[in-house]
């Protein structure tokens, strides 16, 4: 579904990303794992189609299409959906207004009828019963003077919404307590599917209780320095990252 | 060298027409008004003569060249007959609406044939002024020309003089108006270049509540000039809604002064749009003339190619215990240019006062301006006032977000702008009229040149 080859990435001139290596399959959930600083929103920004970034040198192929050249509303059209670190707050519009006309633009794009105003409500209420989300969320501007767990469920929500193929999800754990983290991982295991595919960034290993990877890999510097399966995760639980860091500067060094 | 000294202020060139003009509707019909509206508009003429058009040198028009306006030759509009409007056509102004009780007025004059103002409660006037200065001369003495003052500006000096069109609404002490009094505007002209002086008065009795909505609608040939003068007085306890919509020709200009008075514990809420019009100022003033009063002024302005819009808004604190919210947005396209400046003055009276002003503006290209300036003059010493201004573009982050969720650059930007004015417009109570403001805004959006 995805394939990154040798992805660089700079910003404001510094190289952040220094030749990433992944490739995620349908049906997989990829866990993305590192310190601060390591590149890893960098990685699911340039994925999502950001502006600020340039990129330097390499490939990312989606579904067999040049990711990099689409523009980010075409990402998203074609199943790209990356849920925000810092979901922005836009006053003045209903999350339901806002979610529809989203849902809209993709259903035309795929040459579906769209939604009227009540047919969607019928399709948030169902969402919001499957997401246990509030009533209340749908009419209130977008993330405005919500909490930061507030806003995370928000993203998730859309996600619920929107029926993504992938999935990239920017440390959407963080800063959330343990009933917060649960929606979320509730949220993302209920959308796991043979056709779609997650990609889960983050620094903690806590919300791998909840959403059990297929793959994990760690970040460090801009590069993939290790990958494996779960037990990597609880690997670094247990020894930190300096760990990783250590063997990337023997295996370096080797 | 006696030719010069004779009446030399009269002679000015860019008032001739208007002197012109002063004579003939002093001749016809208008002797029929009463002894003292024909002296103030004696008086308001010679202070209009005396005066000067203001300038950018004047503190009041920085920003904002009037020069367009005092070089056309604008012609009486009462005078010259535009085109005619249908009742078919008339309706699509009616918010959806035609029980609401309304007042038309076709290039300056009252049309009875358009109006309608049945269903009101026992009491309640609703009637053209002229006729009400022929009926009830004793009920709109005490207040006309009692708070727009000839020295405040030429303009409304020059409106003085002309007094005569316009409308008169009454709420008896106690009243309570369910349906919104509509006061509708429209400017038809064809062939002259004509001016019009609409003078609105409007005096809510003690306790009584209603609202009122001043509309001005052009679909015209020719420039015209709408040069509006309105007093509000709201009394004791009561409660007052005031919505004016200003949505002329783009070819036409529009200079209002807005008197509003409160006395004790009333409540006055104004909402200003200003969409039309190729050169629109307001002055908006309101005295809190009582204790515990509250005032709310909203505004939105939308100005785009070359449009100029001007706000300028003054709160007086007199009284102890006073509350004043205001909040205007602007969204400026183009080359358009938009001014707000927002007075709030709080008198050594005016203890515990609770005043909180806010002015935003959204610049979508990089060929609008915007000049912000809102000032806050504090003489009481107990008193919680805040006040701030912003002019900004559209934040790229949010832009980013919605793109990220399929929506193309084009359809966030208007989103974006769109939700940027929607708590101002969401403000307006009357639904029919807060669901015609949000279509027309959306529609705008839609047409409109967004591109930076």
């Given amino acids: 579904m995805l394939e990154i080859k040798n992805l660089k990435v700079a910003v404001g001139g510094k190289e952040i990303l220094k030749g990433i290596n992944l490739k995620v399959n349908a049906g997989e959930v990829h866990a993305v794992m590192g310190p601060n600083g390591s590149g890893k929103s960098t990685l699911a920004q340039v994925l999502a189609g950001h502006p600020t970034f340039q990129v330097i040198e390499g490939e990312v192929t989606y579904e067999g299409r040049n990711l990099l050249e689409m523009m980010p509303e075409d990402r998203a059209k074609?199943?790209?959906?990356?849920?925000?670190?810092?979901?922005v707050e836009i006053p003045g519009v209903s999350n339901a207004y806002f979610l529809r006309s989203a849902y809209n633009e993709i259903r035309r794009h795929k040459g579906e009828e769209e939604l009227d105003a009540m047919e969607f409500l019928k399709l948030l209420r169902q969402k919001m019963k499957l997401m246990n989300t509030d009533e209340s969320l749908i009419n209130r501007p977008v993330n405005e003077g919500f909490s930061g767990g507030e806003k995370k469920k928000n993203e998730i929500f859309q996600m619920a919404v929107l029926e993504p193929k992938l999935a990239i999800l920017d440390e959407t754990d963080s800063g959330l307590d343990i009933d917060a983290l649960k929606v979320v991982a509730a949220g993302v295991n209920n959308l796991r599917r043979p056709e779609r595919a997650t990609v889960l960034i983050t620094h903690y290993q806590r919300i791998l209780?909840?959403?059990?990877?297929?793959?994990?890999?760690?970040?460090?510097?801009?590069?993939?320095?290790?990958?494996?399966?779960?037990?990597?995760?609880?690997?670094?639980e247990e020894r930190g990252y300096d760990w990783v860091r250590e063997k990337e500067t023997v295996s370096a060094g080797a | 060298m006696n030719v010069g000294l004779s009446i030399p202020t009269l002679t000015a060139p860019e008032k001739a027409h208007y002197v012109a003009d002063f004579e003939l509707f002093n001749k016809n019909g208008a002797t029929a008004a009463p002894a003292w509206v024909r002296q103030l508009r004696r008086q308001a003429f010679d202070r209009f003569a005396e005066m000067n058009f203001p300038t950018m040198k004047d503190e009041e028009w920085k920003y904002t060249s009037v020069a367009p306006v005092v070089k056309l030759p604008f012609r009486l509009a009462s005078k010259y007959?535009?085109?005619?409007?249908?009742?078919?056509?008339?309706?699509?102004?009616?918010?959806?609406?035609?029980?609401?009780?309304?007042?038309v007025f076709v290039n300056g004059i009252f049309s009875t044939e358009l109006s309608s103002i049945s269903g009101l409660p026992k009491g309640v006037l609703v009637k053209c002024l002229e006729e009400a200065l022929k009926e009830n001369p004793e009920w709109v003495e005490p207040y006309l020309g009692k708070y727009a003052r000839l020295n405040d500006s030429i303009f409304t000096a020059l409106g003085t003089a002309f007094l005569g069109e316009g409308a008169f609404v009454?709420?008896?002490a106690g009243t309570i108006l369910e349906k919104p009094v509509h006061l509708l505007f429209v400017s038809t002209t064809e062939k002259e270049v004509t001016v019009a002086h609409p003078r609105i008065l409007v005096v809510a009795g003690a306790g009584s509540r209603g609202a009122i909505i001043e509309n001005y609608i052009g679909r015209s040939a020719q420039p015209y000039f709408s040069n509006v003068v309105t007093e509000i007085v709201v009394g004791e306890k009561a409660s007052l809604e005031h919505y004016k919509l200003q949505r002329e020709d783009e070819?036409?200009?529009?200079?209002?002064?807005?008197?509003?008075?409160?006395?004790?514990?009333?409540?006055?809420?104004?909402?200003?749009?200003?969409?039309?019009?190729?050169?629109?100022?307001n002055t908006h003033r309101v005295v809190l003339d009582g204790?515990?009063?509250?005032?709310?002024?909203?505004?939105?302005?939308?100005?785009?190619?070359?449009?100029?819009?001007?706000?300028?808004?003054?709160?007086?604190?007199?009284?102890?215990?006073?509350?004043?919210?205001?909040?205007?947005?602007?969204?400026?396209?183009?080359?358009?240019?938009a001014v707000y400046n927002g007075k709030v003055l709080v008198r050594q009276a005016a203890q515990k006062t609770d005043s909180k002003q806010t002015n935003k503006n959204l610049i979508l290209s990089d060929l609008a301006t915007v000049d912000t300036k809102p000032q806050l003059e504090i003489f009481a010493d107990d008193v919680k006032c805040t006040h701030g201004a912003t002019v900004g573009q559209l934040d790229e982050n949010a832009i980013f977000y919605l793109t990220a969720r399929g929506i193309n650059r084009q359809n966030a930007a208007r989103l974006l702008t769109f939700g940027f004015a929607n708590d101002v417009i969401n403000r307006v109570k009357l639904e029919p009229v807060r669901a015609e403001l949000e279509a027309e805004l959306l529609a705008r959006l839609e047409t409109g040149s967004h591109t930076k």
Avoid at chain 1, 78 to 87: I, L, S, T
Avoid at chain 1, 209 to 236: C, K, M, Q
Avoid at chain 2, 82 to 103: V, Y
Avoid at chain 2, 296 to 322: E, V
């Fill in chain 2, 81 to 103: 007959p535009g085109g005619a409007l249908s009742k078919t056509e008339i309706e699509t102004h009616f918010f959806g609406q035609p029980g609401w009780p309304r007042l």
């Fill in chain 2, 170 to 172: 009454y709420l008896p």
């Fill in chain 2, 291 to 337: 204790s515990e009063v509250e005032c709310h002024l909203n505004g939105l302005y939308i100005a785009s190619g070359k449009q100029h819009i001007d706000n300028h808004t003054a709160i007086d604190h007199r009284c102890p215990n006073g509350k004043s919210f205001e909040v205007y947005k602007g969204i400026v396209d183009g080359r358009a240019r």
């Fill in chain 1, 209 to 236: 209780n909840y959403i059990t990877p297929d793959f994990v890999h760690v970040l460090v510097d801009g590069r993939i320095a290790r990958s494996g399966g779960r037990e990597l995760a609880l690997e670094l």
């Fill in chain 2, 251 to 281: 070819h036409s200009f529009h200079i209002a002064a807005t008197e509003v008075y409160q006395r004790d514990k009333s409540t006055y809420s104004g909402f200003t749009l200003d969409a039309g019009a190729q050169l629109g100022r």
């Fill in chain 1, 78 to 87: 074609e199943g790209v959906f990356m849920a925000f670190q810092y979901p």
